[in-house]
């Protein structure tokens, strides 16, 4: 898979490493390639896609990414290398407030949203049927046991960074309060910061698009598609990077 337009001479080949898998009509299954593959294609960089062999995932997670002969992982840091490679860099109109709201926004996203998505989505109401569908198409056939490990690992991890502590309503609140935020900082803005896009913007596609898209309802996806604008800002998004997925 390719997606070139507008080169950049400059760059040493980049290969984008993630699962492969478009379900329910977001990017990926996990939020993080989404939103690499949505900066990728959002700064025009051109890129060859390949599926990810964790053995090879410099930091043990997707996505990662070759740059010449270099492994990188972590969708940030592989960001802030390629935009340091850019004679502009896609956020150079940001004034030093915009750069610190997006900051913030991207480390709550990231840090608390990113939980809430999934312990929505491992929620034993979908774990046995929506997810381990969802798995199965992109675990190697001989690795289609290693689910119940998946699930295993992903409850372990949720409890340990806390959110698995809390009971289901309490998550679920929290979740609303996060996208009620974001909901009110977009406003009626095109992008997340005004009418030019910036790197924020993949983040925040990637997440709404991801808590959006999940079939399993729950307070938290059921609030971010009653909003207009975030509904309305994922479509946007979507029809400008990711068109095949709105066909
Ligand atoms: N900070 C990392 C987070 C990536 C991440 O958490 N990826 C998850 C999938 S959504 C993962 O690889 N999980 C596997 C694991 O933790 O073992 C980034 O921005 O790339």
């Known amino acids: 898979m390719k997606y070139i337009d507008g080169p950049m001479p400059s760059l040493p080949p980049v290969t984008l490493y993630q699962p492969p898998t478009r379900p329910w009509g977001t990017p990926n299954l996990s939020p993080f390639c989404s939103k690499l593959e949505c900066y990728l294609r959002m700064a025009k960089v051109p890129h060859s896609v390949a599926i990810s062999d964790m053995r090879r995932a410099p930091k043990g997670k997707i996505p990662f990414v070759s740059i010449g002969d270099e492994l990188m992982g972590d969708s940030q840091w592989i960001i802030e290398r390629l935009e340091s490679m850019r004679d502009e860099p896609m956020d150079h109109w940001l004034t030093d407030g915009q750069r610190a709201l997006a900051h913030v926004t991207r480390r709550m996203i990231e840090e608390g949203v990113y939980f809430v998505v999934m312990a929505s989505r491992w929620d034993s109401e979908w774990t046995s049927t929506i997810q381990r569908e969802a798995f199965t198409k992109v675990l190697p056939g001989p690795l289609k046991w290693a689910f119940s490990l998946i699930v295993r690992d992903v409850r372990k991890k949720l409890r340990s960074q806390g959110t698995g502590r809390h009971s289901r309503e309490e998550v679920q609140k929290m979740g609303v309060a996060d996208f009620t935020a974001l909901s009110?900082?977009?406003?009626?803005?095109?992008?997340?910061?005004?009418?030019?896009?910036?790197?924020?913007?993949?983040?925040?596609?990637?997440?709404?698009?991801?808590?959006?898209?999940?079939?399993?309802?729950?307070?938290?996806?059921?609030?971010?598609?009653?909003?207009?604008?975030?509904?309305?800002?994922?479509?946007?998004?979507?029809?400008?990077?990711?068109?095949?997925?709105?066909e």
């Open 184 to 246: 009110q900082l977009l406003g009626d803005n095109r992008y997340f910061l005004g009418d030019r896009p910036s790197t924020i913007d993949a983040t925040v596609f990637a997440f709404v698009s991801g808590a959006m898209a999940f079939p399993g309802a729950s307070p938290t996806r059921d609030y971010v598609r009653g909003q207009r604008n975030l509904r309305e800002y994922e479509a946007r998004m979507k029809a400008e990077y990711f068109p095949e997925l709105t």
